[in-house]
């Protein structure tokens, strides 16, 4: 018997990840499932986080991201979830995500890697929009501040395809935290919970 669209396209994702991973320093990977409708993706690069809400906005490296494939991927977008602290115009204080016109409008032919590729420009502050805010106070920061220089990291997510890039990234300028406690170790229980969702009414603004 044919399999549905659904688990052959789970079963391509996987390989885009498989290949995103082999290709990248940055990125990698749990899956959970035959085939895998849930991901736990983690990033090594720096991203913003404000641990002190009247303190300064420091640069920490190690950020986990979970995604859930529901039912009725990939006509409808994965449910996303940034699990590990960080401060950025466009993803709230609780972990959900904006992806743009993506939101609202989702591209059935985006595929994981694709996806994966748009977090990374998101966690180095390559793409963020401080006009439509998830956190309106890193948006305001994002505008006005000197400090550092956006984006964080130079690198593609393939770096290790791009000559020059791979294991070039310059340090940047500013505060540094210590290294976050990855929080993998929960993942078996969180699997059969839902992640919340990208919705609006979810949204935490920070006055």
Known sequence: MRDSPRIRRLHSDLKSLQQLATDSSIFDFTPYGTPPDFYVLRFSGPG????????????HKQHEVHIRLGANYPRTMPDLAWKTPIFHPNISTTGVVCLGGYGTHWA???ALDELCSMLWDMLRLANYDETSPYNREA?????HQTEYVFPLDPRP???RLVPGTFGQVKEPSGPMSAPLVPVTETVEAEVVEPLVATVVEEIVFIE
């Open 139 to 143: 948006a305001a920061w994002a505008k």
């Open 108 to 110: 059935p032919s985006l």
């Open 48 to 59: 913003c986080h404000k641990p002190d809400p009247s303190g300064n906005v420091i640069v």
């Open 157 to 159: 997510l393939r770096d």
